[in-house]
């Protein structure tokens, strides 16, 4: 193996060229090793710093928006304010525009730091932050996925039962059973994914929120809401009616 040896690696926006294999393909291992560990070495420095950067941004556009008692960022004299801001960065306008995109998810949640529950409710903002919203999309997304693998499972473990013969088998032939031999351990396992796929409709229900549906549904949502709780609780009931008989019989 190659000795090892230290690899300067260029961080200015002119001095860092993105690698081609042919470039470095002719470099020996342990130069290639230390040239990886370099480029590691430069990325742990600076891994952090975009995000607490937005985050300062963001907090110098909230204090801007204070100073013009308009935490909404709706006046006119704000926006001038914020546009120059920008404008003095002297930054390319792509960048710039995706800059101010990141800023504002910041912003949503500086705004739920700094203001009360009232202060939101007046400005027509609602008190859960951006990052709590995207925490609360994923852990619905994962609720839904679970469900989903818990209904696949619970059809593919049912029992089944075979289509009857059309006709007599030959004479000297063992009479066929209408009934497939239930695979060892599948009801078992049809247990489980009931039982599963009850646990995960419960989570899935306990993920609605109340104040989506106070403030935020219309009256015909609620309808078609109220429509789905109604068929939902039949099955609810249809299912416990079910437990109950089992469990009295027993």
């Known amino acids: 193996m190659s000795p090892k040896k230290d690899i300067s690696v260029p961080t200015g926006a002119d001095g860092l060229p993105t690698l081609e294999l042919r470039d470095i393909e002719g470099e020996s291992e342990g130069a290639l090793q230390a ?19 937005l985050q300062n941004i963001a907090t110098v556009v909230v204090a801007l928006r204070k100073k013009h008692g308009d935490y909404a960022g709706q006046s006119h004299e704000y926006r001038q304010v914020v546009a120059e801001m920008y404008r003095q960065a002297n930054i390319p ?24 529950t009232r202060e939101l409710k007046r400005l027509e903002l609602l008190d859960s932050s951006p990052l709590e ?18 209904s696949a499972a619970l059809e593919s ?3 089944r039962k075979a289509p009857k013969a059309t006709s007599k088998p030959a004479k000297g032939k063992a009479t066929e059973n209408t009934l497939v031999e239930e695979t060892v351990g599948q009801p078992v396992k049809a247990t489980a994914d009931v039982i599963r796929l009850i646990n995960v409709a419960e989570n899935i229900a306990s993920q609605v929120s109340t104040d989506v549906i106070d403030d935020h549904m219309t009256d015909g949502q609620r309808v078609k809401l109220e429509e789905h709780l109604a068929a939902l609780q039949k099955h609810v009931t249809r299912l416990r009616r ?7 019989d027993a």
């Open 35 to 53: 040239r990886g560990a370099a480029y590691a070495r430069e990325y742990a420095k600076i891994e952090h710093k975009p995000t607490i950067l």
């Open 93 to 116: 306008p792509d960048s710039s525009g995706r800059i101010q995109s990141a800023v504002r998810y910041h912003i949503g949640n500086a705004l739920r730091r700094y203001l009360t």
């Open 133 to 150: 919203r995207l925490q609360d999309r994923r852990a619905t997304d994962s609720v839904i996925l679970a469900a989903t693998k818990a």
């Open 157 to 159: 473990s049912q029992p």
């Open 242 to 248: 079910h437990a109950k008989k089992r469990t009295s």
